[in-house]
C-alpha cells in the first residue's frame, strides 16, 4: 500500500506542475527527494529479503537384483540409500552466515538367513560458520561442526558381528576462529578457510550400561548363533540349555578381564586413549580433545540441472611428538626387548599415537549429481579419510592407519532446489 500511495504523491506533484505555474520549486524539489528516499528505502528492503538462501538435494536411491536358477551365482537382494544435502546462507552487508548438512542412511536386504539386513551407509555432517567482511571477500569467521553416525555398526562376519561403532563412538567436534575467503565466479562458489586457532574433541563414548550389555551381547552371541541356525528342535534345544548356563554364570567383571572390555576396544580403535608416562600402560577415556590447526576449502558448482561440489578438511595438532614407549619398556624389560613385541604393540613407538604437528587428518568429500525428467536423478559420491590414531585392520589382522574411502553411486527419485 505505501507504494500505491507513493505513485499517487507523485503524479499529483507531476500534475500540479504542469497546471500550478506559481509552485514553489523548492516545495517541489523536497518532495521528489523525499520519493527518491522512499524509493531508496525500498531497495534496501527489497534486497534484505533476499538476503536468505537456501537450497539442496534430497532423494532416495534404490537398486534391485532377481535371479532364478542364475548358474554364475549370487543371491537376491535389495539395495536403498535416502541422503540429504542442504545449503542454508545469509549474507548481508558486511555479515555472512552459512550452514550445511549433509546425510545419508542405507540398507541392504540380502535373501539369506544370516544377517539379512545390513547397513551400508550411515552419515551425520553439519557444519555451521559465522564471518564478518572486514575487507571484500575476506571474513573474520567463527567456524562449528560435528560428525557421527546414527545407528550401531558391525562387522559382517560368519557366526556372531561384533559392534565396531556406534552413535557418539566415533564423533568429532571442531570449533575455530579463522579467515575465510570466498569468491564467486562463472556460476562456481569458492571458499578457502585458515584457522591457526582450532580445536577438536574426538569421543569414543559408551556408558555403563550400554557397554555391559553389549559386552554380553560378546559373551553369548556365538550362542544364540546355534540357536538361531539349529538344524531341528533337538539341536535346537541343546544350543538353548547351553545359552541358558552361561547366561547364568556370566559376569561382567570376570569376562572384562578376561576377554577385554568392548569400551576399551572402540576406544583404542578411534584412538581416544592416551599413554601413562611412568608405566607406558594405556589409560583409557571418552574423548581426546586436541588445540591444533585447521584448513577447510570448498568448491560448489551449478549448471543448469548439474551439480558439483567438493570439500577439503585438514586438522593437525600442536602436541609434539612425545615421550618414548619403547623407552619406557626397555627400562622396565631389558634393552632390546621392545623388538620381540608383537606387530601392532610395536607400530605405535610414541605415546600419542602418531598425533603431533605435521600430521594431518583429512576429510575429503565430492558430490555429482544430474537431474532429468524432473524427478530422476543420477549421484556419485566419494568420501575419502585419514585420521591418525585411528586403527583399521588388515586381513592378517595387523592394526594401522589406512586411508578410508567410500563410493555411492546412484540412480533414484531426487529433487533438488
Same mark, same amino acid.
Given at each position: 500500500?505505501k507504494?500505491?500511495?507513493?505513485?499517487?504523491?507523485?503524479?499529483?506533484?507531476?500534475?500540479?506542475?504542469?497546471?500550478?505555474?506559481?509552485?514553489?520549486?523548492?516545495?517541489?524539489?523536497?518532495?521528489?527527494?523525499?520519493?527518491?528516499?522512499?524509493?531508496?528505502?525500498?531497495?534496501?528492503?527489497?534486497?534484505g529479503?533476499?538476503?536468505?538462501?537456501?537450497?539442496?538435494?534430497?532423494g532416495?536411491?534404490?537398486?534391485?537384483?532377481?535371479?532364478?536358477?542364475?548358474?554364475?551365482?549370487?543371491?537376491?537382494?535389495?539395495n536403498?540409500?535416502?541422503?540429504?544435502?542442504?545449503?542454508?546462507?545469509?549474507h548481508k552487508?558486511? /555479515?555472512?552466515?552459512? #550452514?550445511? $548438512?549433509?546425510?545419508? +542412511?542405507?540398507? *541392504? %536386504?540380502?535373501?539369506?538367513?544370516?544377517?539379512? !539386513? &545390513?547397513?551400508?551407509?550411515?552419515? /551425520?555432517?553439519?557444519? #555451521?560458520? $559465522?564471518?564478518?567482511? +572486514?575487507?571484500? *571477500? %575476506?571474513?573474520?569467521?567463527?567456524?562449528?561442526? !560435528? &560428525?557421527?553416525?546414527?545407528?550401531?555398526?558391525?562387522?559382517?562376519?560368519?557366526?556372531?558381528?561384533?559392534?565396531?561403532?556406534? %552413535?557418539?563412538?566415533?564423533?568429532y567436534?571442531?570449533?575455530?576462529?579463522?579467515?575465510?575467503?570466498?569468491?564467486?565466479?562463472?556460476?562456481?562458489?569458492?571458499s578457502?578457510?585458515?584457522?591457526?586457532?582450532?580445536g577438536?574433541?574426538?569421543t569414543a563414548?559408551?556408558?555403563d550400561k550400554?557397554?555391559?550389555?553389549?559386552?554380553?551381547?560378546?559373551?553369548?552371541?556365538?550362542?544364540?548363533?546355534?540357536?538361531?541356525?539349529?538344524?531341528?528342535?533337538?539341536?535346537?534345544?541343546?544350543?538353548?540349555?547351553?545359552?541358558?548356563?552361561?547366561?547364568?554364570?556370566?559376569?561382567?567383571?570376570?569376562?572384562?578381564a578376561?576377554?577385554?572390555?568392548?569400551?576399551?576396544?572402540?576406544?583404542?580403535?578411534?584412538?581416544?586413549?592416551?599413554?601413562?608416562?611412568?608405566?607406558?600402560?594405556?589409560?583409557?577415556?571418552?574423548?581426546?580433545?586436541?588445540?591444533?590447526?585447521?584448513?577447510?576449502?570448498?568448491?560448489?558448482?551449478t549448471?543448469?540441472?548439474f551439480?558439483?561440489?567438493?570439500?577439503?578438511?585438514?586438522?593437525?595438532?600442536?602436541?609434539?611428538?612425545?615421550?618414548?614407549?619403547?623407552?619406557?619398556?626397555?627400562?622396565?624389560?631389558?634393552?632390546?626387548?621392545?623388538?620381540?613385541?608383537d606387530?601392532?604393540?610395536?607400530?605405535?613407538?610414541y605415546?600419542?599415537?602418531?598425533?603431533?604437528?605435521?600430521?594431518?587428518?583429512?576429510d575429503?568429500?565430492?558430490?555429482?549429481?544430474?537431474?532429468?525428467?524432473?524427478?530422476?536423478?543420477?549421484?556419485?559420491?566419494?568420501?575419502?579419510?585419514?585420521?591418525?590414531g585411528?586403527?583399521?585392520?588388515d586381513?592378517?589382522?595387523?592394526?594401522?592407519?589406512?586411508?578410508?574411502?567410500?563410493?555411492?553411486?546412484?540412480?533414484?527419485?531426487?529433487?533438488?532446489?
Amino acid at each position: 500500500m505505501k507504494f500505491k500511495h507513493l505513485l499517487l504523491a507523485v503524479c499529483m506533484i507531476g500534475t500540479s506542475s504542469v497546471y500550478a505555474q506559481d509552485v514553489d520549486k523548492a516545495t517541489v524539489t523536497g518532495n521528489a527527494d523525499a520519493a527518491k528516499s522512499a524509493g531508496d528505502d525500498l531497495k534496501k528492503v527489497d534486497t534484505g529479503e533476499k538476503a536468505w538462501k537456501f537450497d539442496g538435494t534430497v532423494g532416495l536411491n534404490a537398486a534391485a537384483t532377481g535371479l532364478m536358477n542364475w548358474a554364475a551365482g549370487g543371491k537376491n537382494n535389495v539395495n536403498g540409500i535416502v541422503y540429504g544435502k542442504l545449503h542454508l546462507l545469509y549474507h548481508k552487508d558486511a /555479515i555472512a552466515w552459512e #550452514t550445511n $548438512f549433509d546425510t545419508d +542412511f542405507g540398507l *541392504t %536386504w540380502i535373501d539369506q538367513e544370516e544377517d539379512a !539386513f &545390513q547397513k551400508s551407509s550411515d552419515n /551425520i555432517k553439519l557444519a #555451521t560458520k $559465522f564471518g564478518w567482511e +572486514f575487507h571484500p *571477500t %575476506w571474513y573474520l569467521t567463527v567456524l562449528g561442526s !560435528f &560428525q557421527s553416525q546414527y545407528s550401531l555398526g558391525r562387522d559382517y562376519v560368519a557366526g556372531y558381528n561384533p559392534a565396531i561403532s556406534k %552413535w557418539l563412538a566415533p564423533s568429532y567436534t571442531d570449533i575455530s576462529v579463522g579467515i575465510d575467503w570466498k569468491k564467486s565466479y562463472n556460476g562456481a562458489d569458492f571458499s578457502i578457510y585458515l584457522s591457526p586457532i582450532a580445536g577438536r574433541i574426538a569421543t569414543a563414548y559408551v556408558g555403563d550400561k550400554w557397554n555391559q550389555r553389549y559386552t554380553k551381547e560378546s559373551y553369548l552371541g556365538p550362542l544364540q548363533y546355534d540357536i538361531d541356525h539349529a538344524a531341528d528342535d533337538a539341536a535346537r534345544a541343546i544350543a538353548q540349555g547351553l545359552y541358558d548356563a552361561a547366561e547364568a554364570v556370566y559376569d561382567y567383571d570376570v569376562y572384562k578381564a578376561a576377554y577385554g572390555d568392548f569400551r576399551q576396544s572402540l576406544q583404542e580403535k578411534y584412538g581416544t586413549y592416551k599413554y601413562d608416562k611412568t608405566t607406558g600402560d594405556k589409560v583409557f577415556r571418552d574423548f581426546r580433545a586436541e588445540f591444533g590447526l585447521s584448513f577447510k576449502g570448498a568448491i560448489a558448482y551449478t549448471y543448469q540441472d548439474f551439480k558439483l561440489s567438493t570439500t577439503l578438511a585438514l586438522f593437525s595438532p600442536y602436541q609434539g611428538k612425545g615421550f618414548s614407549l619403547k623407552d619406557i619398556y626397555e627400562a622396565a624389560n631389558g634393552a632390546g626387548s621392545w623388538v620381540g613385541r608383537d606387530v601392532n604393540s610395536n607400530y605405535f613407538e610414541y605415546s600419542n599415537n602418531n598425533r603431533y604437528f605435521g600430521h594431518f587428518d583429512v576429510d575429503w568429500d565430492v558430490n555429482l549429481s544430474y537431474q532429468f525428467l524432473k524427478c530422476l536423478q543420477v549421484t556419485l559420491s566419494t568420501s575419502l579419510k585419514y585420521y591418525n590414531g585411528t586403527l583399521i585392520a588388515d586381513k592378517a589382522g595387523n592394526l594401522k592407519e589406512r586411508v578410508q574411502l567410500k563410493g555411492v553411486l546412484g540412480l533414484g527419485i531426487g529433487y533438488s532446489f
